[in-house]
């Protein structure tokens, strides 16, 4: 959460900063400001604006400033953690004298001892955040040497942090730091620059480096030197990204989450195509040797790479026999899991920066376990720190609601289990073939389903005004029922939950009255009937019901259900990739009929790099 940007060059600095947040914004978007420095002219207090709201808000502010100039600076956009959104507690902050600015990512878990401690010299304190007390220990340490000041601020912090700080006292320069939240370094033509993320500069160069735990960085427009917590400089490698963002335009589509959902054929694809050829999965990183000593799989991710792991353990286990286990990456890093050398720990993840993704992977690879990252932004902290990677070729997802990689990933996941159960020899050369071709005629698939599209649209405005609305399936078909309610109430703010359809009668049941929106997952043939029972047993207590089903169970599933969706039929391990395409379509709709903000619902974000 919260997204950090720095700018040191020739050019405008406000110009950057803004550009780089907008394309940061979906990492927060309470509030946003900049700070800047006039390279030529010294002046005894850094400048700066702050807004709250969108960066859109913080633009026209700028844009209307007229002498707001400067070719040195720094921004950030913010996803409130301490303290209301509002213009004062927006970054950056500025100790009293107002010559330091400082902008935050992370979270100081001391600020309160350290707040309290300059409190008590009589230092006032404007904001409600944590972030205040760096700039105000930094403003009162300050002893006219910039770099000593900020590395003794940082030793004094606890917590995550990766910083960005302007001194007016030294025009020419940022100081970056970084512990546990993400930094990078971007070397452009006679300017750098710093932001959270690759995609705020990846526009203007592809040469990058990674700041590494405690390490910080002095970046002028020329030179950029690197040093350690203790103040001894320290070497770092620049390394070139061979990196295609992709577009993040709308494309003429209203929103990001419908291109998105749309996109999804051509994500899977190119997904599989990089790991997929001559009738062969190239994953050389998982050898026989390898697999053959490893007795249990930990899939651990959050949100919905969460639910695709859900989804993925029923292929894992069917196909590779291995007992296969799905952790929220959250509950993973405190419960102390039995872990070792013969654990495979899988972390799933679309931006590559959770905090608690990458918390759980250092958690596995300290036990021992080999780590391998499912990732969709190339050169993320999980990419780097995983022992192998498996990238997502999803392009740029924009809209905060993951859709496209989500599919993406599903496709890595289901590759991956046919790997391992090839290698393994559990599936026979015939078995290996029929799922491989099932693999990869799933863009063709999803496109099928997608143009189930004006249907799904009726069917939203039909239901687009219900209060609760719950998601019953069984097996992998509850998987999907999680990754349906979780799309749908975070852009419909409808409330929704998703319920195992066997677990109904052990609570859940109460909730459901006269008029209640049940949708039923039922794609799998084996418990097709089960999940029918329980649509009658709801429906007999006022439920309406809207039902997922494959093709060929259209008529059948019309008797008991009030409408039906149904989607092409593929074995059942891989149903989920065309499942979730009507119940992201359903979301998207509704939030649509319901005016929401889609591509940004309230109190979210796409990457969460705090606790
Ligand atoms: C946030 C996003 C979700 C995402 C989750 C995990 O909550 O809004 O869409 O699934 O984080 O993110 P990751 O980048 O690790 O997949």
Known sequence: MCGIVGYVGKKSAPEFLLGALEKLEYRGYDSSGIAICNDKEKKDKVELIKKKGR?????????????FFGKVGIGHTRWATHGEPSDINSHPHTGASGKIAVVHNGII???MILKKNLMQKG??????????????????????????????TALSLEGSFALGILCSDFPDRIIAVKKESPLILGFGNEENYIASDISAFADRTK?????????????????????????????????????????????????????????????????????????????????KEYLENINKIYIVACGSSHHVGVAAKYAFEKLSKITTNTDLASEFRYRSPIIDEKTLVIIISQSGETADSLAALREAKH?????????NVVGSSIAAESDCVIYT???MEV??????AYSAQLSVMYMLALHIAKILNKISKEKFEKH??????????????????????????????????????????????????????????????????????????????????????????????????????????????LALTTEDKREEIACVADDTICVPRIPPIMQPSLSVIPLQLFSYYVALLRERDIDRPRNLAKSVTVE
């Not at 760096?134 to 040497?145: F, K």
């Not at 029918?532 to 007999?540: D, F, G, H, L, T």
Request: charged share 30%; with cysteine; glycine share 4%.
């Open 207 to 287: 040469k990058i480096c990674r700041l590494d735990e405690c390490e910080m960085a002095v970046i002028k427009n020329s030179e950029v030197s690197f040093y350690n917590f203790s103040g001894e400089k320290i070497n770092k490698t620049i390394t070139e990204i061979d990196w295609n963002i992709g577009s993040s335009e709308k494309n003429g589509f209203d929103h990001f989450m419908l291109k998105e959902i749309m996109e999804q054929p051509k994500a899977v694809k190119e997904t599989l195509s990089a790991r997929c050829s001559n009738n062969d999965i190239l994953i050389d990183d998982l050898t």
């Open 55 to 67: 960066i859109r808000v913080l633009r026209e502010t700028v844009e209307n400033f007229k002498d």
């Open 393 to 395: 070729w999803a392009g």
């Open 367 to 375: 036990k021992g376990a080999k780590t391998l990252a499912v990732v």
């Open 123 to 152: 230092i006032k304190f404007a904001s409600e955040t944590d972030t205040e007390v760096v700039a105000v220990l930094a403003d009162y340490l300050y002893d006219g040497d910039i770099f000593e000041t900020v590395r003794k």
């Open 109 to 111: 878990e001391n600020y």
């Open 399 to 404: 809209a905060v609601a993951t859709t496209k």
């Open 436 to 545: 491989f071709n099932n693999l990869l005629n799933l863009p063709d698939l999803i496109e099928k389903t997608l143009e189930e599209k004006t249907k799904v649209f009726e069917i939203a405005k039909k239901y687009c005004q219900r209060d609760n609305v719950f998601f019953i399936g069984r097996n992998n078909d509850y998987a999907i029922c999680m990754e349906g309610s979780l799309k749908f109430k975070e852009v419909s703010y409808i409330h929704s939950e998703a319920y195992p359809a066997g677990e109904l009668k052990h609570g859940t049941i109460s909730l459901i009255e006269s008029g209640t929106l049940v949708i039923a997952v039922a794609t799998n043939h084996k418990l097709f009937e089960k999940t029918i029972s329980n649509v009658r047993e709801v429906k007999a207590r006022g439920a309406v019901c």
